[in-house]
């Protein structure tokens, strides 16, 4: 899969387009538009403005996309959401964060063992604990990358908007966490990340909860000018005791405002790769619905109304509508909100209803981005009007992200 060779992608005709070339696949199936895929990095890329990526990996979940990504110029190492996972993807990616820290033994012992993902895998920590939790399980190995995760979340009085991740806020006890791991045996420090999800991964063109658009706008602009000086400042203070190889932050939604900093020399992203709908609402960008699933009609239960197979494909977060699956095709059909997207059957309203036949699949989009790997061992990949391959997602390849 070479994404730099791509033809263009269009918006016109791309449902009919996915529709025609899965037209002998049984659903359920995910497809990827090989086009829109291409389209996505290379609008990433020109929002990082020579800013690095690091690609997400809980946002694409395939290693065959990983690696097709990481060849185009301006993609460079992977955020990895769990050790073992790292551990995999190092056996052919030779730059692998582990975005979280990590108490698993047996994967620290199999790191402590390995000589390429020693060289290639960097663990993050947030306290001094997570080093003791390191030298347990591994009494006596050898020199491992270490990375500090710095809470950038905004706060104003008693609002916090952004995730609870890293209890390091300040400069200072950044940098008293950095001089613990540089003064201990076993440890290099080479990293550190600050992820501004109150602006990364808050759509502002929708409104979020009982908050509006305009709100959530003021609340960015504000945190985007507040990090510009506490990031700085603790980059400086690691930097006095530590060479850092990489600084990372932001995400999909926050690429070109984290690649305005001047402290940041990276920015992990994943999402922006699929273009799944929680994405559809930001002013910057428009990515394309690169990857999709369909489903079979298999019942009519009535005018207007045909019957699913599956659909239950619930993102993560916080439990809403927002969080359930999008009909993106045919138009005209919504799924019927007594029922919603169901463990074995959605079923779906619409006039568009009573055109489907039994067989007929419609296409639906996943409200995150890796998740519907989670579900389907592969993912066909479609260029123009056929089906030019099927990669394995890590289910497919006997792997899972947790």
Not at 40 to 49: D, E, G, Q, V
Not at 182 to 198: D, T
Not at 350 to 368: C, F, M, Q
Request: aromatic residues 4%.
């Amino acid at each position: 899969m070479r994404l730099d060779e791509a033809p263009p992608w269009s918006p016109a005709g791309h449902w009919q387009r996915m529709d025609a070339a899965t037209a002998e696949l049984d659903g359920p199936f995910a497809a990827l538009s090989l086009e829109a895929l291409a389209h996505n990095a290379r609008s990433m890329l020109t929002r990082a403005a020579g800013t690095r990526l690091r690609v997400a990996t809980k946002s694409v979940r395939s290693r065959p996309v990983l690696e097709a990504v990481l060849r185009m110029p301006g993609f460079h190492g992977v955020l990895a959401a769990t050790l073992p996972e790292g551990l995999w993807l190092s056996a052919t990616i030779d730059d692998v964060l582990v975005g979280y820290p990590t108490v698993d033994r047996a994967a620290l012992r199999a790191l402590a063992a390995d000589e390429r993902a020693l060289a290639s895998v960097t663990l993050m920590i947030d306290s001094v604990e997570h080093l003791d939790r390191i030298d347990a399980a591994a009494p006596g190995h050898p020199p491992i990358r270490i990375a500090l995760e710095l809470d950038v979340s905004f706060e104003l009085g008693p609002m916090r908007a952004g995730v609870r991740r890293s209890p390091v806020r300040t400069p200072e006890r950044l940098a008293a966490l950095a001089a613990a791991v540089v003064e201990r045996p076993g440890f290099e420090l080479v990293g550190l990340m600050a992820y501004e999800a109150q602006v990364a991964g808050v759509q502002d063109a929708r409104r979020r909860g009982l908050a509006p658009p305009a709100l959530l706008r003021s609340m960015q602009r504000r945190s985007v000018a507040e990090l510009r000086e506490r990031r700085a400042a603790a980059v400086a203070a690691v930097r006095s005791l530590a060479p850092l190889a990489f600084v990372n932050g932001g995400g999909t939604g926050s690429i070109e405002l984290t690649a305005a900093d001047p402290s940041v020399t990276e920015i992990g992203a994943g999402s922006g790769l699929f273009g799944p709908h929680l994405f559809d609402g930001y002013r910057r960008f428009s990515p394309a619905p690169a990857l999709a699933f369909a489903l079979p009609v298999v019942r009519r239960p009535g005018a207007g109304c045909v019957t699913l197979l599956g659909g239950g494909w619930i993102a993560s977060g916080p439990h809403g509508p927002d969080r359930q699956p999008v009909i993106a095709w045919p138009e005209g059909l919504r799924i019927d909100p007594q029922e919603g997207a169901g463990e074995v059957q959605t079923p779906v309203l619409g006039a568009a209803a009573d055109r489907l036949v039994l067989g007929d699949r419609v296409w639906l989009r996943h409200a995150k981005a890796g998740e519907p790997c989670e579900r389907t061992e592969a993912l066909h990949l479609v260029s123009g009007d056929r089906v030019v391959d099927s990669i394995p997602t890590y289910r497919g390849e006997g792997r899972k992200l947790l």
